[in-house]
């Protein structure tokens, strides 16, 4: 392989115009031979440069509105030809294939016109086949090719330029190469995705692509021997988290990541509702609460578990404002997650340099459709996301007492938190606050009682009558297998429980929950969390 390949000629082709009249203007002060297609080339000569048409170079007409203009020998035989190869060199002598040393191109906009809700006709339209192909030609022989597909390498190729007196180094082409299949793959993965997802409806396709983009790298993974880091899809997603803008504090970690999402998540299913406050600890809710005001449902939700909300997470549904933000600065915070925050609230965390404070823009739709994936050794773990919900119609009540409205509210309120803490997972809750959170257990019956002590603690505490499991709804992410849990949750103080049902021992546990005076509705639906 040669080190320093001089660029003399440098083919152009971009739908992304950023940067290009300065790149031509660069390339031709070095004597660059430029040459171009269709709306690039006008650019270039609007730009003052002499530019030589892609059709002059082959002799060839662009035909077909521009599909086939590049797709041609003299174009591929001038990136792929191994320069110092005798038979190669003589093909190209014999053939008037010009070498074709630097070739610029980004391809046409896919993601974008998905995006903008276009028609089938326009999204096929727009899967560029030309591109690609010169992409992976150049990148291919980058040992006498250097080929960059996106804008933001312009400076740099410039610097190469300007440092080797016109010329591109091997480790600055493979460089170069790298990045180039990562944009094809990419590229072509999104066009699969739209295929299978969009255009077939399928569920699971026979090939599924995965791909993200470096956001950035983390100080380490959840613990310091661990390397991390961020990367954002490539293609249509929602904007969540990963495009927060951290208005202050330390670099976030891998865990703050992982946790302020479990939080940003939950906040998200009160969505337009009551000001809402979450609390998550090791990815864990350990206290959620609507209330009129944001500070009023702050005291709610750490009042329910304030040993485990030191050094947590905060997430909230609405701007955040002054007071609530004066209050959460009163113990050690992580991370605060809002859609946005008022003057004064940043004022006050301003004072907390090492609070991260991460604004988003907005809440996700909780019921939006997806995969998650999971790695496990030899393959990956994939299913839908956990987008379904009930309401009221949909609860069916079992014992021979109903819920009242509060109970029913209450029971609501804590399914919806309850879908968000890990299995085994109990809730407690009342007034639209949570009482006490059980979560990860290895059966449900220890998950009643650790929500249930939490709920005494809190009122030993705080000196309150009694725990604010007494009269409270509970809910369960998955059907009690016995009568213990459910006995656990009335001991505690409860009076309705809400769980999914469906165990062969149902029969035993409505029977239970009779004796116990509960109230008890089934949801017909499970939320197991791992």
Known sequence: MTDIVPIRRALLSVSDKTGLADLGKALAARGVELVSTGGTAKALRDAGLEVKDISDLTNFPEMMDGRVKTLHPKVHGGLLAVRDNPEHAKAMADHAIGAIDLVVVNLY???????????????????????????????????????VTDPKDYAGLLTELETTEGGTTLSFRKLLAARAYAQTAAYDSMISQWFAFADQGLEFPEMLSVNGRLATTLRYGENPHQKAALYTPVGPFTKGLAQGEQVQGKELSYNNYNDADAAFELAAEFKGQDPAVVIVKHANPCGVAQGSSLLEAWQGALACDDVSAFGGIVAVNTTLDGPT??????????????????????????????????????????????????????????????????????????????????????????????????????????????AGIGAGQMNRRDSSRIAAMKAAEAAEKFGWAQARTVGSAVASDAFFPFADGLLAAAEAGATAVIQPGGSIRDEEVIAAADEAGLAMVFTGMRHFKH
Request: charged residues 25%; hydrophobic residues 45%; glycine residues 8%.
């Open 109 to 147: 906009p896919f993601e974008a016109t998905v995006a903008k809700g276009a028609d089938r006709d326009e999204i096929i339209e727009n899967i560029d086949i030309g591109g690609p192909s010169m992409v992976r030609s150049a990148a291919k022989n980058h040992a006498f090719v250097a080929i």
């Open 325 to 434: 933000a004066e209050a959460i600065c009163q113990i050690f915070t992580e991370v605060v997650v809002a859609p946005d925050a008022d003057e004064e609230a940043r004022a006050f965390f301003a004072k907390k340099k090492n609070l991260r404070l991460l604004l988003t823009g907005g809440l996700p739709d909780p019921r939006r459709p997806g995969l998650t994936v999971k790695p496990i050794t030899g393959g990956l773990l994939v299913q839908g996301r956990d987008a379904g919900a009930i309401g009221l119609d949909d609860l069916k009540v079992v014992t021979k007492r109903a819920p009242t409205e509060q109970e029913l509210k209450d029971c609501l309120f804590a399914w919806t938190v309850a879908r968000h803490v890990k299995s085994n997972a109990i809730v407690y809750a009342k007034d639209g606050v949570t």
